[in-house]
């Protein structure tokens, strides 16, 4: 789930992590795809008609993609409730917030969206200062217990769609659910592509337990062993020991 404030940059940065396979939620594209064509159409303002509509359809969206298992789903929603993220979490979602600063924000929505959605960043803004204030009357642990809570469950999801036997990314051995077939033994971890250290959020593969350690913070990604081999002439996926 992508939040964030208008005008933040919620669907640029959904492009630019999307894989092809995966699919994007946007309620401004879907109302775009509603509205019928005008000239100089304003592409954020939207009938009442086109709102309801493109309000179901996205439901329809989100309901559906709640049943796929091997691709991800990147839903943009500016504003959801406490109790809506509670229960995108629960069922294993990741929470990305973008947010380029409340200046960059007030200034886009000046130039880029209709005269009301300059309130709607203004309260975005205020609730967040108040949440800031909720959350530090929290102990930190809460925090990193519920990044916990969501990496584990985007773990299952992964193991869930994984295929046994599929070559690990980084040392090219065959991966499997039974820790025991592994070659170190160790059940499956789930590692970020775009690692935590360069601001990646969404755990999206699984590597053997060692080869995650050893990939660390994505420094070494070039020395990883699946690479040496490929590069002395044999497929990486395709080795015995
Ligand atoms: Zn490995």
């Given at each position: ?106 200034s886009r929505c000046k130039t880029e969206r209709p005269r009301r959605i300059l309130a709607v960043a203004a309260q975005w803004y205020d609730s967040q200062a108040q949440a800031d204030d909720d959350t530090a009357a929290r102990p930190a642990r809460n925090k990193n217990k519920e990044l916990g809570r969501a990496h584990r469950n985007q773990r ?86």
């Amino acid at each position: 789930m992508v939040t964030g404030p208008p005008a933040a940059g919620k669907s640029t940065w959904c492009s630019e992590h999307a894989r092809p396979e995966d699919a994007i939620i946007d309620f401004d594209l879907i109302a775009n795809a509603l509205t019928p064509p005008r000239e100089g159409g304003n592409t954020h303002d939207h009938s009442d008609a086109v709102k309801a509509v493109a309000k179901a359809a996205r439901q329809a969206a989100i309901d559906k993609a709640l049943t796929l298992n091997d691709c991800d789903v990147y839903l943009i929603h500016s504003t959801p409730s406490d109790a809506l993220l509670d229960r995108y979490r629960r069922i294993g979602a990741q929470v990305v917030t973008i947010d380029p600063g409340r200046d960059v924000v007030m200034s886009r929505c000046k130039t880029e969206r209709p005269r009301r959605i300059l309130a709607v960043a203004a309260q975005w803004y205020d609730s967040q200062a108040q949440a800031d204030d909720d959350t530090a009357a929290r102990p930190a642990r809460n925090k990193n217990k519920e990044l916990g809570r969501a990496h584990r469950n985007q773990r299952d999801r992964l193991v869930k769609a994984h295929t046994d036997g599929t070559a690990c990314w980084w040392c090219g051995q065959p991966m499997y659910r039974d820790p025991a077939r592994n070659f170190d033994g160790k059940p499956l971890n789930a590692d970020h592509t775009i690692s935590r250290a360069k601001g990646g959020t969404v755990a999206d593969r699984l590597l053997h337990e060692r080869c995650n350690k050893e990939r660390g913070d994505g420094s070494r990604d070039h020395t990883r062993p699946a690479l040496a081999a490929t590069r002395g002439g044999w497929a990486g996926n395709s080795m015995t020991w």
